[in-house]
């Protein structure tokens, strides 16, 4: 028996369509591309001939400082100023206020005298008093 010769079913595709189609596609595409470049050539030089002042009250503004607190330029250093100051503080005599007698002595120093002489202390509800 012969086997009847192998063809394809012209009626199922169109290769002609697919291929018209897929160039068609590739054309708008094309056009589209084409379309977006030239508005965005036409926006950037329209703004670019339009650029002025675009906020012309804040020109004379521009040496004047924001009000306080500001954001720290340098916070590592800030941190270790405030460290010295404090140890400075806690460490070292000072009049608080010469006219009263008040000083400032070193932490070191004042947790020595609390020690020796003790915090003083409530006295139990049974000592002290008598019924």
Not at 91 to 106: E, K, L, M, Q
């Amino acid at each position: 028996m012969a086997t009847p010769p192998l063809h394809h079913e012209g009626r199922d595709i169109d290769v002609r369509a697919v291929f018209a189609f897929g160039a068609g596609l590739i054309a708008v595409a094309l056009v589209v591309h084409i379309a977006v470049w030239l508005l965005f050539s036409y926006l950037s030089g329209r703004e670019t001939s339009s650029v002025g002042l675009q906020y012309p009250l804040g020109a004379g503004q521009s040496t004047r400082l924001p009000p306080e607190p500001r954001l720290q330029i340098t916070p590592r250093q800030d941190l270790e100023d405030l460290r010295r100051r404090e140890d400075e503080v806690l460490n070292s005599y000072r009049w608080v206020d010469r006219n009263a007698g008040t000083v400032r002595i070193p932490i070191k120093e004042g947790m020595r005298i609390t020690l020796e002489k003790g915090l003083p202390a409530r006295q139990s509800p049974g000592q002290g008093t008598t019924r």
